[in-house]
């Protein structure tokens, strides 16, 4: 029996690589839209790590609420490889020692002064409180969930290509 992968290592493994890869395969044969990689919280990771690796290429990189501390931070996962459009966006009042407001300017510098970028930090919706990284939290943009889709969306309309 193979050794058990956790999730964290899963997300920075070769085997994660040949997961995504057929499936942007099979996007690109279906449709001619743009293909988008978007991760909230330890999904930055996969975002950070498929997007710099995989052989073709996607349209753009979009990192909520990313972990810039600690092991697999997206810092490390050769961000200085991006060269499509990549949004960053964070909460201002976000508390997890892990992904602090403060690091998102340090985590642009990993990207290359060519690469598109744009990094938004909202403010408002609320805390139910509790763990700071759980839902109901500015962790997961609770109360102005849809202030934050629409950002999102905006931007990868007005940065894609296709």
């Keep these: 029996m193979p050794p058990r992968t956790t999730a964290s290592s899963y997300r920075v493994s070769e085997d994660h690589i040949r997961d995504v890869e057929p499936i942007i395969a099979w996007l690109r044969q279906k ?10 919280s330890a999904g930055t990771i996969s975002v950070g790590w498929v997007g710099t690796r995989v052989r073709e290429p996607v349209d753009g990189l979009v990192f909520s609420s990313g972990i810039f501390r600690g092991t697999n931070r997206v810092g490390t996962l050769g961000l200085q490889n991006i060269r499509v459009p990549t949004m960053v966006t ?13 690091m998102v300017q340090v985590f642009t510098k990993f990207l290359p002064a060519e690469t598109k970028r744009e990094i938004q930090l909202f403010d408002g919706g609320g805390n139910r409180g509790g763990d700071p990284c759980h839902q109901g ?15 999102i969306v905006a931007f990868i309309k007005d940065n894609s290509r296709r």
């Design 137 to 151: 939290t500015f962790h997961t943009y609770y109360g102005i969930e849809r202030e934050v889709a629409s950002a």
């Design 31 to 40: 449709s001619p839209s743009p293909i988008w990689l978007v991760g909230v």
């Design 90 to 102: 964070h909460h201002k009042k976000y508390g997890c020692k892990f992904d602090p407001p403060d």
